[in-house]
């Protein structure tokens, strides 16, 4: 049963302290591209920190499996974090976003072409990191991310302000879009260790099912939280088109009650793709998604994913380091930004 947590990230952390400040040493001295802008970009992405979640879940999963962390953890946990890095560099490009974690964008301060470029280095060395794992199951895992980041990025891009979405699109794009690293994340160890495919199933099971998790709470605080909390425009999913979960819980009470208001529901959302920045309108669809509950709705869906993550730890013997996977779980359905 998933339970709250009073613990902040760096305490449920702290096990791995010392591991994520030696991953953040290899990412900001030991990647460095021959063209000056470009090294001057990616030192100063790395150097603006961020969570370290994904680095730091092969890292946890490293002690709880009893094992040592060692260079293949450490390429794993780099290549997660390459890969999640240059994702939101391409996102924010895509999406024209200028601030994240409270900083300007990296394409706010230098044009697209060599933020893409960015994106793309970041790509590669993830590629070269795989190469040095030498291990055919781990680099089909990561290539699937891959595919998986690139495919929910194009279906989110189809269904920008169309209300024709069902559970099934919404939960195959956030496990494309973020779960499947996730996933891929806390897999990756169990791989390079050679257990069981029971463990190495479970160890799957608890990055998709947090992933899916920490979306719909990311997609929560979209509408829930403000701007200077977040480190990014809040409702900003809203003004882009995107149907998250608050909307889609909305949708379907609204559909289930009151034919009227959902189609008033339907047109307000279309009517945000012409008029983005309509206060009023934002507001309106706002106050919809509170009369029906949708935040608190949209939890329970996050208690429930939470809920099976903490389950697949079943299989992991009892340690300091399984206690601080369960902290994280519950962290996730708390968190603030």
């Known amino acids: 049963m998933s339970t709250l947590t009073t613990?902040?990230?760096?305490?449920?952390?702290?096990?791995?302290?010392e591991e994520v400040k030696s991953l953040d040493?290899?990412?900001?001295?030991?990647?460095?591209?021959?063209?000056?802008?470009l090294c001057s970009i990616l030192q100063e992405i790395f150097k603006a920190g961020g969570k370290r979640l994904r680095p730091a879940l092969s890292f946890l999963f490293a002690k709880a499996l009893g094992k040592q962390v060692d260079e293949n953890i450490y390429l794993i946990a780099e290549i997660s974090e390459l890969i999640h890095t240059a994702s939101l560099v391409h996102d924010d490009i895509i999406d024209n976003s200028l601030i994240r974690r409270g900083q300007p964008t990296t394409n706010?301060?230098?044009?697209?072409?060599?933020?893409?470029?960015?994106?793309?280095?970041?790509?590669?060395?993830?590629?070269?990191?795989?190469?040095k794992l030498a291990n055919n199951d781990i680099t089909a895992l990561?290539?699937?991310?891959?595919?998986?980041?690139?495919?929910?990025?194009?279906?989110?891009?189809?269904?920008?302000?169309?209300?024709?979405?069902?559970?099934?699109?919404?939960?195959?794009?956030?496990?494309?879009?973020t779960a499947s690293?996730?996933?891929?994340?806390t897999k990756a160890p169990a791989i390079a260790f050679s257990l069981d495919s029971e463990i190495i199933q479970a160890c799957a099971d608890y990055g998709k099912y947090l992933g899916l998790a920490f979306q719909v709470i990311d997609d929560i605080l979209d509408y829930s939280s403000d701007t200077e909390t977040l480190?990014?425009?809040?409702?900003?999913?809203?003004?882009?088109?995107?149907?998250?979960?608050?909307?889609l819980c909305t949708l379907e009470t609204l559909a289930a009650r009151d034919v009227s208001a959902h189609k008033q529901l339907v047109e307000q959302i279309q009517n945000l793709a012409v008029e983005p920045d309509n206060k009023e309108l934002t507001e309106n669809i706002l106050q919809t998604l509170k009369s029906c509950d949708a935040i608190e709705k949209s939890k329970a869906k996050a208690e429930d994913l939470?809920?099976?993550?903490?389950?697949?730890?079943?299989?992991?013997?009892?340690?300091?380091?399984?206690?601080?996977l369960k902290d994280l779980a519950n962290f996730t359905l708390n968190r603030e930004r």
């Open 25 to 37: 040493h290899r990412l900001i001295e030991d990647i460095s591209p021959s063209s000056r802008a």
């Open 7 to 17: 613990k902040s990230l760096t305490e449920i952390l702290s096990l791995v302290t």
């Open 231 to 247: 480190g990014k425009p809040s409702c900003a999913d809203l003004k882009e088109g995107q149907i998250t979960i608050p909307v």
């Open 306 to 324: 939470v809920q099976k993550a903490l389950n697949s730890l079943a299989v992991l013997k009892d340690s300091p380091y399984k206690t601080a």
């Open 108 to 131: 706010s301060k230098w044009d697209n072409a060599i933020t893409v470029i960015s994106g793309d280095f970041m790509f590669a060395r993830a590629a070269v990191n795989l190469g």
């Open 142 to 177: 990561y290539a699937k991310v891959l595919e998986d980041l690139c495919d929910g990025e194009i279906r989110q891009v189809e269904k920008k302000f169309s209300t024709d979405v069902d559970w099934d699109y919404y939960y195959s794009k956030s496990y494309k879009k």
């Open 181 to 185: 690293l996730f996933e891929a994340a």
